[in-house]
T-cell receptor
Framework: AQKVTQAQTEISVVEKEDVTLDCVYE???????LFWYKQPPSGELVFLIR??????QNEISGRYSWNFQKSTSSFNFTITASQVVDSAVYFC?????????????FGQGTELSVKP | NAGVTQTPKFQVLKTGQSMTLQCAQD?????MSWYRQDPGMGLRLIHY???????DQGEVPNGYNVSRSTTEDFPLRLLSAAPSQTSVYFC??????????????FGEGSRLTVL
């Protein structure tokens, strides 16, 4: 069975602090995909990143970076120099291989609060 | 630039009533799906469709019906609403084909309360 665990339910930081959101996944598929979505207070879901199981390169996009480690089944997300606008619920998600990209298994979400 | 459009955005029902949540996309996406979001549980897949005329069950299908008569539309029907169906519902769509796992595009959500 596939499963995504985001053990941190809530995180509170002060602006400009770095923060890491943890994501641990379980799957028996050899080909799979991992995602991060952001849900700001307005409620919509915003796609942040997709990573496939064959690509363990870390990725950096501005203040955001992602660390994918197959050995520990983790796909952690770091925000550097956090800002108030980063306050949101962040979801990690997993999908299986061929044509399963739409069937996402979501973690429980981590609510990040960035205080000024 | 409509993307995925859900209606209504808010709805209050009484137990036992039926209703349909509408979802339409204008991106010619083959794949469409419905998720529900409940506190502390993330999003869970209700039903999905890989093309017109084809639907299948997700993780939590009980109490919901879907059909896909056109590529654009994927309505979700609650046959006899129950308080346990109080939730925020999201419709999503994406391209399919081969190993395509492009991002899911989500609608803005529909908040349903069943009294």
């Amino acid at each position: 069975a596939q499963k995504v665990t985001q053990a941190q339910t809530e995180i509170s930081v002060v602006e400009k602090e770095d923060v890491t959101l943890d994501c641990v996944y379980e799957t028996r598929d050899t080909t799979y995909y991992l995602f991060w979505y952001k849900q700001p207070p307005s409620g919509e879901l915003v796609f942040l990143i997709r990573r496939n199981s064959f690509d363990e390169q870390n990725e950096i996009s501005g203040r955001y970076s992602w660390n994918f480690q197959k050995s520990t089944s983790s796909f952690n997300f770091t925000i550097t120099a956090s800002q108030v606008v980063d306050s949101a619920v962040y979801f990690c998600a997993l999908s299986g291989g061929y044509n399963q990209g739409g069937k996402l298994i979501f973690g429980q979400g981590t609510e990040l609060s960035v205080k000024p | 630039n409509a993307g995925v459009t859900q209606t209504p955005k808010f709805q209050v029902l009484k137990t036992g009533q039926s209703m349909t949540l509408q979802c339409a996309q204008d991106m010619n996406h083959e794949y469409m799906s419905w998720y529900r979001q409940d506190p502390g549980m993330g999003l869970r897949l209700i039903h999905y469709s890989v093309g017109a005329g084809i639907t299948d069950q997700g993780e939590v299908p009980n109490g919901y019906n879907v059909s896909r008569s056109t590529t654009e539309d994927f309505p979700l029907r609650l046959l006899s609403a129950a308080p346990s169906q109080t939730s925020v519902y999201f419709c999503a769509s994406k391209r399919t084909g081969g190993f395509s796992t492009g991002e899911l595009f989500f609608g803005e959500g529909s908040r349903l309360t069943v009294l």
